[in-house]
């Protein structure tokens, strides 16, 4: 068997303490050397619940450590960059959740400090991995939907603001609201199925109507991030809007922390010359639609998410085999660089009541 991972895991709140950690302790190729947190108490509580010799409350200790190989950054969102470019710099690895980074100078700044290192810089893209995306890139790649030259996605929350008053609803420290937070989930899944066409032009829309409302939630998924009562709240609810790509494809995207819809939907629609298709998350649902014999025929794959959950644990996996066994990364650098160009134009977009070429 190859050589084990050394990773160190930095920030221990939700994302961690859910997926990465547990994620790592299936794993027998990955071995956690150490956990940082600025939370003490956290931090500790965190090593001895998974078993981790170090713990550390300054991350540039981590980084001075001798016994590592790479990083897992799971910070908010303002310190991904910060963390992964001085990472790159002293040699290691980096994992780092999504978003990439909060403004484009800094993604691009990520992207050429790993190409001067030449170590793995990957940020978190799980939905590809989820057992329902891989069926249909699979689908798509062997041509049997043609070109896709449209579609629609979103993740729309009925009410699920995450750590309402903490840093997930204060700009400076996440870049934005759902369309930062959401938007790069749904729309990196839209643009891998659709086979990477580049973005080149976005309009958008932004609100905020929900910053007074009642602290109520019916989404699960919004149980992320320490809530403040008495914190910031200026980012967007609800962002909607539309991208154009170089090969004449367009995406239609929507997402929200709180809007007045029917129910919680995270959704991936693609309409291609030959078939079109829904990926949803109501029930795992897959479905293709096309034609056959003159007659319209909905082909329903018997397929399940159930054993990858969300997908963190694979694309973890994957990192692991990439920098230990030298496979293909699913992820390039570039599709960050285009991620965030196009999520940062978009909130121009919506200040300036214009399209914004890319
Ligand atoms: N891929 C997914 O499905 C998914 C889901 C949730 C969150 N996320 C992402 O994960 C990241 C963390 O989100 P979360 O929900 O776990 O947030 P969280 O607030 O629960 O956890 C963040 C942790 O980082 C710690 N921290 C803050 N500053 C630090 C520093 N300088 N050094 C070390 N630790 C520091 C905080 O004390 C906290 O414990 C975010 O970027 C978020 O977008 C991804």
Redesign the pocket.
């Known amino acids: 068997m190859s050589k084990k991972l050394r990773i160190a895991v930095?920030?221990?709140?939700?994302?961690?303490r859910n997926?990465h950690l547990p994620a790592y302790a299936n794993m027998d190729n990955v071995e956690v050397v150490a956990v940082?947190?600025?939370?003490p108490e956290?931090v500790k509580e965190i090593a001895e619940k998974f078993n981790i010799p170090a713990h550390y409350t300054d991350?540039k200790d981590v980084l001075n450590l001798n016994n590592l190989d790479a990083v897992d950054i799971?910070?908010?969102?303002y310190?991904?960059s910060v963390i992964a470019i001085e990472a790159l710099e002293k040699g290691l690895h980096v994992f780092c959740?999504?978003?990439d980074a909060m403004n484009v100078e800094k993604v691009e700044a990520m992207k050429a400090a790993s190409e001067k290192s030449g170590k793995t810089l990957m940020i978190?893209r799980?939905n590809r991995f989820l057992t329902t995306s891989i069926f249909l890139k699979k689908y798509i790649d062997d041509g049997k939907m043609g070109n896709i030259y449209a579609g629609r996605c979103g993740w729309q929350r009925r009410r699920g603001i995450?750590?309402r008053g903490?840093?997930f609803t204060t700009k400076e420290l996440s870049g934005g609201g759902p369309l930062i937070?959401l938007g790069v989930?749904m729309i990196d899944l839209s643009i891998w199925l659709m086979g990477n066409p580049k973005p080149v032009a976005v309009t958008g829309c932004t609100y905020n109507k929900f910053a007074d409302s009642e602290d109520i939630s019916d989404s699960k998924e919004s149980r992320?991030?320490?809530r403040n009562t008495n914190g910031t709240f200026d980012v967007e609810d609800l962002a909607m809007g539309f991208i154009r790509f170089d090969n004449g494809a367009c995406l239609q995207i929507e997402f929200s922390w709180a809007s007045n819809v029917e129910k919680e939907k995270r959704f991936v629609e693609l309409r291609g010359e030959k078939a079109g298709s829904i990926w949803s998350s109501d029930d795992d649902m897959l479905k293709i639609f096309t034609e056959e014999y003159g007659k319209t025929v909905d082909y329903l794959p018997n397929i399940s998410n159930k054993a990858v959950k969300?997908g963190?644990e694979e694309n973890l996996r994957h990192f692991a085999d990439v920098v230990l066994n030298g496979e293909k990364p699913i992820f390039e650098p570039q599709q960050g660089v285009d991620m965030i160009k196009i999520l940062t134009a978009i909130y121009e977009s919506a200040k300036t009541g214009r399209e914004v070429q890319l």
């Open positions: 930095i920030g221990t709140g939700g994302i961690a997926c940082c947190d600025i939370l956290r991350y799971c910070t908010p969102n310190l991904h959740e999504k978003p978190m799980n995450p750590g903490g840093w937070d989930h992320f991030g320490d969300g963190h």
